[in-house]
Protein backbone atom coordinates (compact mmCIF):
# COMPACT_ATOMS: atom_id res chain seq x y z
CA UNK A 1 0.00 0.00 0.00
CA UNK A 2 0.89 3.62 -0.41
CA UNK A 3 0.27 6.66 1.45
CA UNK A 4 1.15 10.10 1.94
CA UNK A 5 1.17 12.13 5.08
CA UNK A 6 1.22 16.44 5.46
CA UNK A 7 1.90 16.87 9.38
CA UNK A 8 0.39 20.44 8.57
CA UNK A 9 -2.93 21.83 8.27
CA UNK A 10 -1.90 25.12 7.73
CA UNK A 11 2.05 26.83 7.69
CA UNK A 12 1.92 30.51 7.88
CA UNK A 13 5.11 32.66 6.98
CA UNK A 14 6.10 36.10 6.16
CA UNK A 15 6.31 37.83 2.35
CA UNK A 16 10.12 37.29 1.57
CA UNK A 17 10.67 34.44 3.70
CA UNK A 18 11.89 30.80 3.06
CA UNK A 19 8.87 28.57 3.02
CA UNK A 20 8.66 24.40 3.45
CA UNK A 21 5.93 22.44 3.14
CA UNK A 22 6.92 18.83 4.24
CA UNK A 23 5.58 15.37 3.00
CA UNK A 24 6.83 11.68 3.78
CA UNK A 25 5.51 8.99 1.91
CA UNK A 26 5.12 5.16 2.17
CA UNK A 27 5.33 2.86 -0.40
CA UNK A 28 6.51 -0.82 -0.42
CA UNK A 29 8.84 -0.26 -3.94
CA UNK A 30 10.64 2.67 -5.28
CA UNK A 31 8.21 6.08 -5.37
CA UNK A 32 7.10 8.62 -7.64
CA UNK A 33 6.69 12.02 -6.22
CA UNK A 34 4.72 15.02 -7.14
CA UNK A 35 3.33 18.28 -6.16
CA UNK A 36 0.28 20.05 -6.98
CA UNK A 37 -1.08 23.11 -6.05
CA UNK A 38 -5.23 24.24 -5.84
CA UNK A 39 -5.95 27.72 -6.05
CA UNK A 40 -9.61 28.96 -5.45
CA UNK A 41 -12.65 27.60 -7.79
CA UNK A 42 -9.51 25.64 -9.64
CA UNK A 43 -8.32 22.48 -10.37
CA UNK A 44 -4.76 20.95 -9.02
CA UNK A 45 -1.90 22.72 -11.08
CA UNK A 46 1.17 20.18 -11.04
CA UNK A 47 4.12 21.98 -9.88
CA UNK A 48 7.07 19.55 -9.77
CA UNK A 49 7.80 15.49 -9.60
CA UNK A 50 10.38 13.16 -8.55
CA UNK A 51 10.77 10.33 -10.80
CA UNK A 52 14.87 9.38 -10.71
CA UNK A 53 18.47 11.00 -10.56
CA UNK A 54 18.67 14.14 -8.79
CA UNK A 55 17.22 14.59 -5.15
CA UNK A 56 16.96 18.28 -5.55
CA UNK A 57 13.54 19.08 -7.95
CA UNK A 58 12.80 22.57 -9.56
CA UNK A 59 9.67 23.37 -10.96
CA UNK A 60 7.09 25.68 -11.72
CA UNK A 61 6.85 29.66 -9.71
CA UNK A 62 9.94 29.15 -8.39
CA UNK A 63 9.32 26.23 -6.14
CA UNK A 64 11.59 23.43 -5.82
CA UNK A 65 11.73 20.02 -3.52
CA UNK A 66 13.89 17.29 -1.99
CA UNK A 67 13.66 13.83 -1.95
CA UNK A 68 15.39 12.26 0.76
CA UNK A 69 15.29 8.02 0.59
CA UNK A 70 16.28 7.61 3.89
CA UNK A 71 14.23 9.59 5.79
CA UNK A 72 11.32 9.33 2.97
CA UNK A 73 10.17 12.47 2.64
CA UNK A 74 9.63 14.99 -0.28
CA UNK A 75 9.75 18.57 1.19
CA UNK A 76 8.43 21.81 -0.87
CA UNK A 77 10.60 24.74 -0.87
CA UNK A 78 11.26 28.17 -1.72
CA UNK A 79 13.86 30.36 -1.31
CA UNK A 80 11.18 33.62 -1.13
CA UNK A 81 7.55 33.82 -0.32
CA UNK A 82 5.22 35.79 -2.53
CA UNK A 83 1.31 36.26 -1.25
CA UNK A 84 0.50 35.06 -4.30
CA UNK A 85 1.86 31.36 -3.13
CA UNK A 86 -0.92 31.41 -0.86
CA UNK A 87 -3.05 28.52 -1.89
CA UNK A 88 -3.32 24.46 -0.96
CA UNK A 89 -0.58 22.23 -1.50
CA UNK A 90 -0.87 18.66 -2.17
CA UNK A 91 1.82 15.91 -2.12
CA UNK A 92 1.48 12.67 -3.75
CA UNK A 93 2.65 9.47 -4.55
CA UNK A 94 2.76 6.69 -6.38
CA UNK A 95 4.66 3.23 -6.15
CA UNK A 96 5.85 2.11 -9.56
CA UNK A 97 6.76 -0.71 -8.67
CA UNK A 98 3.41 -2.23 -8.41
CA UNK A 99 2.52 -0.96 -11.72
CA UNK A 100 -0.80 0.98 -11.06
CA UNK A 101 -1.54 4.84 -12.28
CA UNK A 102 -3.17 5.85 -9.64
CA UNK A 103 -1.81 8.96 -7.34
CA UNK A 104 -2.63 8.48 -3.64
CA UNK A 105 -2.33 12.25 -2.15
CA UNK A 106 -2.25 13.69 1.00
CA UNK A 107 -4.67 15.70 2.88
CA UNK A 108 -3.59 19.12 1.72
CA UNK A 109 -1.48 21.86 3.54
CA UNK A 110 -3.13 25.64 3.21
CA UNK A 111 -0.24 28.27 2.76
CA UNK A 112 -1.00 31.68 3.93
CA UNK A 113 1.87 33.92 3.08
CA UNK A 114 1.05 37.19 4.82
CA UNK A 115 2.53 40.68 3.39
CA UNK B 1 -3.91 25.08 -25.32
CA UNK B 2 -7.07 23.71 -24.12
CA UNK B 3 -6.75 21.57 -20.66
CA UNK B 4 -9.13 19.10 -19.50
CA UNK B 5 -12.60 20.26 -19.29
CA UNK B 6 -15.22 18.58 -17.05
CA UNK B 7 -19.15 19.42 -17.55
CA UNK B 8 -21.38 20.30 -15.39
CA UNK B 9 -19.17 22.30 -13.16
CA UNK B 10 -22.16 22.14 -10.49
CA UNK B 11 -24.65 19.16 -10.37
CA UNK B 12 -27.74 19.17 -7.63
CA UNK B 13 -30.21 16.18 -7.28
CA UNK B 14 -32.17 14.69 -5.09
CA UNK B 15 -31.19 11.49 -3.67
CA UNK B 16 -32.40 8.33 -5.59
CA UNK B 17 -31.44 10.29 -9.06
CA UNK B 18 -29.20 8.87 -11.48
CA UNK B 19 -26.27 11.54 -12.03
CA UNK B 20 -23.54 11.76 -14.96
CA UNK B 21 -20.38 13.35 -14.90
CA UNK B 22 -18.16 14.17 -17.81
CA UNK B 23 -14.84 14.90 -18.46
CA UNK B 24 -13.02 15.55 -21.98
CA UNK B 25 -8.77 14.82 -21.82
CA UNK B 26 -6.46 16.63 -22.95
CA UNK B 27 -6.23 16.31 -26.61
CA UNK B 28 -3.64 13.32 -27.38
CA UNK B 29 -3.67 12.24 -23.93
CA UNK B 30 -3.95 8.34 -23.85
CA UNK B 31 -4.77 7.92 -19.97
CA UNK B 32 -7.46 9.12 -18.58
CA UNK B 33 -8.38 8.90 -14.23
CA UNK B 34 -11.42 9.86 -11.66
CA UNK B 35 -11.19 11.18 -8.40
CA UNK B 36 -13.36 12.25 -5.90
CA UNK B 37 -12.24 14.87 -3.39
CA UNK B 38 -14.26 15.21 -0.07
CA UNK B 39 -14.16 18.94 1.59
CA UNK B 40 -10.84 19.15 3.20
CA UNK B 41 -8.95 15.93 1.85
CA UNK B 42 -6.86 15.32 -0.79
CA UNK B 43 -8.26 13.54 -3.89
CA UNK B 44 -9.34 9.85 -3.66
CA UNK B 45 -8.61 7.59 -6.87
CA UNK B 46 -11.83 6.37 -8.62
CA UNK B 47 -10.78 4.52 -11.55
CA UNK B 48 -8.51 4.94 -14.43
CA UNK B 49 -8.66 4.01 -18.41
CA UNK B 50 -5.92 3.95 -21.17
CA UNK B 51 -7.68 4.39 -24.33
CA UNK B 52 -10.88 2.79 -24.00
CA UNK B 53 -10.23 0.16 -21.65
CA UNK B 54 -10.62 0.24 -18.06
CA UNK B 55 -7.30 -0.30 -16.36
CA UNK B 56 -8.31 -0.12 -12.76
CA UNK B 57 -11.67 0.34 -11.14
CA UNK B 58 -10.27 -0.45 -7.76
CA UNK B 59 -11.23 2.69 -5.93
CA UNK B 60 -15.22 2.85 -7.45
CA UNK B 61 -16.84 2.45 -3.82
CA UNK B 62 -19.78 0.42 -4.52
CA UNK B 63 -21.58 -1.12 -7.78
CA UNK B 64 -23.48 1.72 -8.19
CA UNK B 65 -20.63 3.74 -9.82
CA UNK B 66 -19.24 2.80 -12.80
CA UNK B 67 -17.44 4.84 -15.54
CA UNK B 68 -16.68 4.27 -19.62
CA UNK B 69 -14.33 5.68 -22.49
CA UNK B 70 -16.02 3.99 -25.54
CA UNK B 71 -14.11 5.90 -28.22
CA UNK B 72 -11.07 6.63 -26.04
CA UNK B 73 -11.53 10.42 -25.78
CA UNK B 74 -14.68 11.83 -23.19
CA UNK B 75 -14.59 9.46 -20.59
CA UNK B 76 -18.37 9.73 -18.39
CA UNK B 77 -18.98 8.74 -14.72
CA UNK B 78 -22.22 7.77 -13.34
CA UNK B 79 -23.85 7.14 -10.43
CA UNK B 80 -26.99 5.57 -9.96
CA UNK B 81 -29.37 5.75 -7.46
CA UNK B 82 -27.36 8.97 -5.39
CA UNK B 83 -26.94 9.12 -1.90
CA UNK B 84 -26.26 11.82 0.27
CA UNK B 85 -23.03 10.28 0.86
CA UNK B 86 -21.57 10.81 -2.64
CA UNK B 87 -21.68 14.29 -2.69
CA UNK B 88 -18.19 15.68 -3.39
CA UNK B 89 -15.88 17.08 -6.21
CA UNK B 90 -15.62 14.81 -9.15
CA UNK B 91 -12.47 15.25 -10.34
CA UNK B 92 -10.79 14.29 -13.39
CA UNK B 93 -7.43 14.17 -15.00
CA UNK B 94 -5.43 13.07 -17.74
CA UNK B 95 -1.73 12.34 -18.76
CA UNK B 96 0.61 10.71 -21.59
CA UNK B 97 1.17 7.73 -22.23
CA UNK B 98 4.66 6.46 -20.83
CA UNK B 99 5.49 2.95 -20.53
CA UNK B 100 7.16 3.87 -17.03
CA UNK B 101 3.87 5.83 -16.20
CA UNK B 102 5.76 8.83 -14.45
CA UNK B 103 3.98 11.67 -16.50
CA UNK B 104 1.90 13.88 -14.51
CA UNK B 105 -1.40 13.97 -14.05
CA UNK B 106 -3.27 16.76 -15.71
CA UNK B 107 -6.41 18.13 -13.84
CA UNK B 108 -9.94 19.64 -14.47
CA UNK B 109 -11.90 22.33 -12.88
CA UNK B 110 -13.85 19.20 -11.26
CA UNK B 111 -17.93 18.92 -10.69
CA UNK B 112 -19.45 19.63 -7.48
CA UNK B 113 -21.98 17.08 -6.50
CA UNK B 114 -24.37 17.90 -4.15
CA UNK B 115 -27.32 15.35 -3.11
CA UNK B 116 -30.26 16.49 -1.39
Known amino acids: AQSVAQPEDQVNVAEGNPLTVKCTYSVSGNPYLFWYVQYPNRGLQFLLK????DNLVKGSYGFEAEFNKSQTSFHLKKPSALVSDSALYFCAVRDWGTGRRALTFGSGTRLQVQP | GAGVSQSPRYKVTKRGQDVALRCDPI?????LYWYRQALGQGPEFLTY????????KSGLPNDRFSAERPEGSISTLTIQRTEQRDSAMYRC??????????????FGPGTRLTVL
Open chain 2, 93 to 106: ASSKQHAGGNNEQF
Open chain 1, 50 to 53: YITG
Open chain 2, 27 to 31: SGHVS
Open chain 2, 49 to 56: FNYEAQQD
